[in-house]
């Protein structure tokens, strides 16, 4: 049981409660259209399914002229993605591009046998990256016979980037580019250190926080790990953070030490420079803020005192409207919505990708990455074996990089400096046909958000780079 | 029927009886393996089943530097590849390179399924190209455990070849470079044209058997057509063509034709310089016999002189040892084993080639293409309908292959000017990072074949660019 909430909690840092719930919204100038799409493309003759996709041509009207902007859906509602990705429908507009937001098999409404998608293996077994780019490769191609000879460029943020960078990889007569941002392709089994993610999002506290900040964290997770199995101080860990839930077993301890987790860890990954609703509703510079109220502590022996402000830190992430009047430890933890069932099954099966923790290197506490205790978890969760090979055997997967992208072109890796998931991501070129940098300042695909007037000079300049590569892609020069 | 013969006939050029029939050879220098696949690599936790490979170590032994040549098994017994493919071995004996020959499922005794494996439409589903990858990418994955950072070399011949292409193109970190040779990679809907291979078959006996012999050849079918619905004649064609079978309905004629059909365009394809057994035992030269015997008819307008001596050209393709007392007609038609189901199955679903004839630029009869009738017939007999675009969404497929390839690196297409499959197959360069000619006087895979005292001189200079290709690709440069 321990180990499957962090199986969640850890593992699934792209996904969120509620990721599948943004309702059917009407988003200014696209239109919600759905196709039907193999549920399995591997075999003859396959049943199909409604996928859900957006589209807009208004701009590309104005002179016919423009390329397809075709955005991979990932885990979640495709809504999200529209509305968390500014910057793509922004550059269409100057570029008279076609935009298309794909929503990603499993995940929004986008349900292979409707709500039964996960009751069997046999209805879930189609969920997996290879299938969904065979969706998005059907869709493209359903497409340019309407527009024919339109370059399309790939985009995506995430595992979304990691699928576009996949695309173009496998459909290069289709893609003539990908912006992969922020897209972990080698956070996996043998080439990334477990440990480094949970290092950088420490780093990025220290830096941005101050080295006092992750220091407090740490000496909160040495108190709970002490009070963790003594139960006399379950009474008062209940009243010390305010938790909805009673704490009556160490079980519940361990969520609240979650709770906090999830919270470091995700701002960490959505310290963005302007107020923003991408996981949560957040405030600019939210890694700060609560840094700002973790450093209050003035005694560390204090640990009730520790624990107020560790905990106001966190709120930072799951309260910042100040409404909730308790903490919900479950939060962010599974509670089978579809969201996370969708991401849990690709983390159990093709993406199982490593994290652990040591309390040293980071703020939290000794939990290595146990690839045995998690196989076994998963197959007792969705009778599954973790393919833990599959992205070396499709995609290519080493410790040297450079090998392995030998014979890639036109994909454009971009990460941010702040960002935990530059662990595994491509942060440096390894060949003259791919684009790859890391923006100082930049969060997760922080590019990919529509430009404000705080962004980070490296983020700007990201943007222009961006720009730029686009139009060498598909006219061989730079205007 | 009259159409579902022709799919046998001429969609299944690839594929012919006794493909499957091979037993398993003890074959000097290479040892017999069995390996364990997932029967569907594109769902998780799939059963297994034992695929075949013959695989030789002892030139890599004596330096253990040379790399892994692989050859991608296509739409027969595994064995038969080997015995036909003498230029691997050659060149593997040369450069230290381990060799491969992996059978593709459903052929040989790779079965899925065991004697099942076509028996219910959830048995074959299984049977594809990109299924075919997966398991050579799988074995090459579980061999590069063993052999560890050796280059590999993909080899086919073919529709093997059309493998070892797309098995560049999809796995290219597994992969460092491809010899297809007579890969019709293009000869699929909307790319090709449907009577092209025709028309070179009967340029091709043009060429080496003079005009007369495809003239008379048309004459001959001028004939039977016209005979095809007199039931008048049907005796009389029985003694003519001296079958083994009763003549008794316009089918049976047709079946007469199509003997002749197959026989010649087999023949086109496997015009050897040197006696072989690829389809048939054969002799050298053997268009130029047959035509030596075609054209010996004096006086056109005698059609029982005429079908004497076509049955004689006929005849060495099917009797060169003189031994067959009668002529089967139905020799080269599916009689149901496992062989013919696979190619008939993979030609209605994936590889729906388009074939067809028109007496005119050729010399057979009218009966162009019809996709239509096509499709319904491979729906009524496997219940599948066809994909025809399955190599367009897969792999490209455009009238322009420049564009299509402009992304393809480390692939050498080599064809031969006397062989029919140049229709669809690539012919020219088309950019830097590939290799494409045509070898004068070669035919199928003429460079894969041992090489022997009468090849034609550019089939001999192919062999020497195929090795400095595949030293250029390994080292960079040419040694």
């Given at each position: 049981m321990k180990w499957l909430i962090l199986l969640v909690s850890i593992i699934g840092c792209f996904s969120i409660r509620g990721l599948n719930k943004a309702s059917v919204e009407s988003i200014p100038g696209y239109t919600l259209m759905n196709i039907s799409v193999p549920i399995d493309h591997y075999a003859p003759n396959s049943p199909t399914f409604q996928m859900r996709y957006y589209i807009r041509t208004d701009y590309y009207q104005q002179t016919k002229s423009g390329p397809i902007f075709f955005y991979c859906g990932n885990e979640g509602a495709i809504e999200m993605f529209v509305n968390n990705s500014g910057y793509i429908d922004f550059l269409a507009s100057q570029v008279d591009a076609i935009v298309v937001f794909a929503e990603h098999r499993y995940f929004g409404q986008s349900m292979p046998f409707g709500s039964a998608s996960f009751q069997t293996p046999n209805n879930v077994k189609y969920l997996s990256p290879h299938q969904a780019l065979a969706d998005y490769a059907y869709l493209l191609t359903y497409l340019k016979r309407e527009y024919y000879g339109l370059p399309v460029i790939a985009w995506g943020g995430s595992y979304g980037g990691m699928l576009a960078a996949w695309f173009r990889m496998k459909f290069p007569h289709l893609v003539a580019g990908s912006i992969a941002s922020s897209a972990p392709i080698f956070h996996f089994n043998g080439t990334v250190d477990p440990n480094e993610f949970n290092q950088i999002v420490t780093q990025h506290f220290s830096e941005v926080g101050g080295p006092g900040c992750p220091a407090v964290i740490r000496t909160a997770f040495q108190y709970l790990e002490a009070m963790r199995y003594n139960s006399s101080y379950y009474y008062n860990l209940e009243q010390w953070f305010n938790t909805c839930e009673e704490i009556i077993t160490s079980d519940d301890v361990y969520s609240i030490m979650n709770w906090l987790y999830n919270a470091f860890s995700y701002l960490a990954m959505t310290d963005y420079t302007s107020p923003s609703n991408f996981l949560q509703v957040l405030p600019a510079y939210p890694v700060s803020l609560a840094c700002g109220n973790i450093t209050?502590?003035?005694?560390?022996?204090?640990y009730a005192h520790v624990f107020e402000y560790v905990a106001k830190g966190a709120n930072v992430y799951y309260n910042s409207s100040g409404t909730q009047m308790c903490n919900e430890l479950n939060l962010t933890i599974s509670e089978g919505n579809l969201g996370d069932e969708g991401w849990d099954f690709l983390a159990c099966t093709t993406l199982s990708m490593p994290s652990g923790m040591n309390g040293v290197t980071d703020m939290f506490w000794y939990e290595p990455w146990d690839q045995l205790a998690y196989d076994s978890s998963c197959l007792q969760t969705w009778g599954e074996a973790t393919q833990v090979n599959y992205a070396a055997l499709w995609y290519g997967n080493s410790l040297n990089q450079t090998y392995i992208l030998r014979h890639a072109s036109n994909i454009l890796f971009s990460s941010g400096s702040l960002d935990p998931w530059q662990s595994g991501s491509v942060l440096m070129n390894s060949n003259p046909n791919l684009v790859a940098y890391v923006m100082e300042g930049g969060d997760h695909h922080s590019d990919l958000r529509m430009p404000a007037l705080n962004d980070p000079p490296e983020v700007v300049s990201g943007r222009v780079i961006i720009k730029q590569t686009i139009q060498y892609w598909i006219n061989g020069t730079i205007s």
């Open positions: 209050q502590v003035v005694d560390l022996t204090d």
